[in-house]
Nanobody
Framework: VQLQASGGGLVQPGGSLRLSCVPS????????IGWFREAPGKEREGVAC????????SYADSVKGRFTISRDNAENTVFLEMKGLKPEDTAVYYC????????????????????WGHGTQVTVSS
């Protein structure tokens, strides 16, 4: 089981990026997928999650209304659409997966996730 995150880059404040998370070895439909980020000097935090099957979504308060997580079952990919980016969104973004059924506050807890990909750097700066 592997995960590949991509789509990061340098963007100006107010700009947009779309991150992709592509797994190998499993279908995203059957796994909860979470996006996490880690900024320099800060702990890793959960940003967004989409549950397996019914696709319930959850977001950190800091990104609500700006970030959207989605799943394309045909492409077997999970996306994180980020709009209205701010300098404080600068971080390495990781996607993670678990086959466990997660809900509520557990959706954004990193300890719940079993598989992690390498991160992709997002830098928001003018």
């Amino acid at each position: 089981v592997q995960l590949q995150a991509s789509g990061g880059g340098l963007v100006q404040p107010g700009g947009s990026l779309r991150l992709s998370c592509v797994p190998s070895g499993f279908r995203v439909y059957y796994y909860a997928i979470g996006w996490f980020r880690e900024a320099p000097g800060k702990e890793r935090e959960g940003v967004a999650c989409i549950t397996s099957r019914d696709g319930t979504r959850s977001y950190a308060d800091s990104v609500k209304g700006r970030f959207t997580i989605s799943r394309d079952n045909a492409e077997n990919t999970v996306f994180l659409e980020m709009k209205g980016l701010k300098p404080e969104d600068t971080a390495v973004y990781y996607c993670a997966a678990t086959e466990r059924v997660v809900a509520g506050i557990f959706m954004l807890l990193e300890g719940v996730y079993d598989y992690w990909g390498h991160g992709t750097q997002v830098t928001v700066s003018s």
